[in-house]
């Protein structure tokens, strides 16, 4: 179940990255964004979630969180 929950996190995290990570372009915060989601199990249709740049980056930040998290949690034997 960890190892699913860990998976799950990490997957969020990969896909929620930008394209190109090495881009520097000024981003404006208040720009809606739409993003795919296939994190739906038995579906092969991507859901579009759509937030502004700001919103994706706290989202992004939460995400990557858990993860550092989830990882320290299993490292401990917990």
């Known amino acids: 179940m960890r ?3 860990s998976a799950c ?6 896909l929620a990255a930008p ?3 090495g881009d ?3 981003v404006d915060p208040d720009k809606k964004v739409c993003r795919r989601d296939y994190g739906s199990t038995g579906t092969i249709l991507p859901k579009s979630i759509c937030h502004t ?3 994706w980056q706290a989202i992004d930040d939460a995400n990557q969180r858990n993860v ?3 990882s ?3 490292n401990m034997g917990h």
Do not use: G, H, S, V
């Not at 996190?9 to 990969?14: E, F, R, W």
């Open 3 to 5: 190892f699913l929950l």
């Open 9 to 14: 996190l990490m997957a969020a995290t990969l």
């Open 19 to 21: 394209a190109i990570a």
């Open 24 to 26: 520097k372009k000024p």
């Open 53 to 55: 740049n700001a919103d």
């Open 68 to 70: 550092e998290q989830t």
């Open 72 to 74: 320290r949690n299993r």
